[in-house]
């Protein structure tokens, strides 16, 4: 039996994702697809459109064979901290290949991953604070091996390659890349008659758009025409994070993760002086035009307020990297085999119904992070628990 992972989010799983399925079994050759995804929240710092375990129930109709969770302190990050721990989780439940999409699928990224780090090792240009360290990295990248990691998959396969040799996994893991097609990340809009982009189909979800059968398939879209399981940040989220800032003592601020340099004085200043408004959306809208600077992302600012709002300390961050884990949110079949095949090789804690133990330990800040989820979800889905008192999704064999 051989497998291949693929480190996903399926924010929601759609056509795009069963393409991709298909074709990573065709490159590597394996019978058995293993996907770590991301939990409640996804890289860029927001709710899932839908919970962790919805998703699954996806994802295993689409035809992966496992699910294994990504911890919130690995899928709450940048690049190379997601693909640090993704690709860890991998290699413990025994995959033999990792595929993935990517814009220039033509490249060798392991070979890229090699040049790169050693262009980078004595270079200097990180230390230009009016721009953002992924700007200095390309720029360092041009100059020493030739091209521009500027669009998001290529950005994540090269991480991946990254992680494989750094964690020391070049001769047990293959990494194979697939030529994303049809749709863009960023595609707002559908431009295929069958592939859009999570984003596109995500708006669709939103507006209720009766084309969203054509892109997910009619049995899911039937489920996710409930809508996203989550309130809106602006109207939700956002007042939370306002209540915790201005309540909050400054030295208390500055110990949560990413909150250094200065950013939590300068959080607590800018809601501070935020005007008062109705229109929530322009609120955060305002904040973020006043709190965005050169030196960081979007994404950097986007993870940092969830961070906050989940009260997320240093400390508990860094244990939370030190320390992955197994965790099965679903399978069929064929996975439970695969799971039982490599149940005594596996080189990660594993588990399985979520103890006492396990929310004040391994699973701390994933419990937290499901709380909140649940606490801000819609009237629906209130009830519903994330961690406590859940078992893996269980798909059965499909009769012909």
């Not at 990050?77 to 699928?105: K, R, T, Y």
């Not at 984003?199 to 084309?211: E, F, L, S």
């Not at 860094?318 to 992955?324: D, H, S």
């Not at 709380?371 to 009237?379: D, E, H, S, T």
């Amino acid at each position: 039996m051989t497998a291949v992972g693929l480190i996903t989010e399926y924010n929601p799983f759609h056509n795009g994702h069963a393409y991709h399925l298909k074709q990573a079994k065709l490159v590597s050759g394996a019978d058995t697809v293993v996907a770590v995804m991301s939990g409640n929240f996804v890289q860029r710092g927001v709710p899932a459109i839908f919970d962790k375990w919805r998703r699954t129930e996806f994802a295993l109709a689409g035809g992966v064979d496992v699910v294994y969770e990504l911890p919130f302190a690995f899928a709450v990050q940048p690049a190379h901290i997601f693909a640090n721990g993704a690709v860890q989780i991998l290699a413990a439940a025994g995959v033999d290949a990792i595929a993935f999409g990517a814009e220039h699928a033509d490249w060798d990224f392991m070979a890229l991953a090699l040049a790169a780090k050693e262009a980078v090792a004595d270079a200097d240009e990180f230390h230009n604070y009016n721009q953002t360290f992924a700007t200095s990295f390309n720029t360092v990248l041009k100059a020493k091996v030739g091209v521009e990691l500027t669009e998001p998959n290529d950005l994540l396969g090269f991480s991946y390659a990254t992680a494989i040799i750094e964690l020391g996994l070049a001769d047990q893991l293959q990494l194979y890349a697939i030529q994303r097609e049809a749709a863009q990340y960023h595609d707002e809009t559908a431009t295929d008659a069958t592939i859009a982009s999570a984003t596109a189909v995500r708006a669709m979800i939103d507006t209720a758009d009766p084309k969203l059968a054509d892109y997910v398939g009619a049995n899911a879209a039937k489920l996710m025409a409930v809508g996203a399981q989550t309130k809106a940040w602006a109207t939700t989220w956002f007042p939370l994070l306002r209540y915790k800032v201005l309540t909050t003592p400054n030295a208390q601020l500055e110990q949560l993760y990413q909150l250094n340099d200065g950013l939590a004085y300068r959080l607590y200043e800018v809601l501070d002086r935020l005007e008062d408004t109705q229109d929530a959306e322009q609120a955060w809208a305002d904040f973020m035009t006043a709190y965005k600077s050169k030196r960081y992302t979007y994404a950097r600012i986007q993870r940092s307020l969830l961070y906050t709002i989940l009260n997320v300390t240093d400390q508990e961050m860094q244990v939370g990297l030190a320390n992955p884990y197994l965790r099965v949110l679903g399978s069929s079949p064929r996975g439970r085999h695969f799971i039982n095949a490599h149940r005594d090789s596996g080189t990660l804690p594993i588990v399985h119904k979520v103890t006492s133990a396990d929310i004040n330990g391994l699973i701390k800040l994933d419990y937290r992070a499901g709380r909140l989820y649940q606490l801000l979800a819609k009237p629906t889905w209130q009830n519903v628990r994330q961690d406590t008192g859940r078992i893996p999704v269980m798909k059965e064999e499909t009769k012909e």
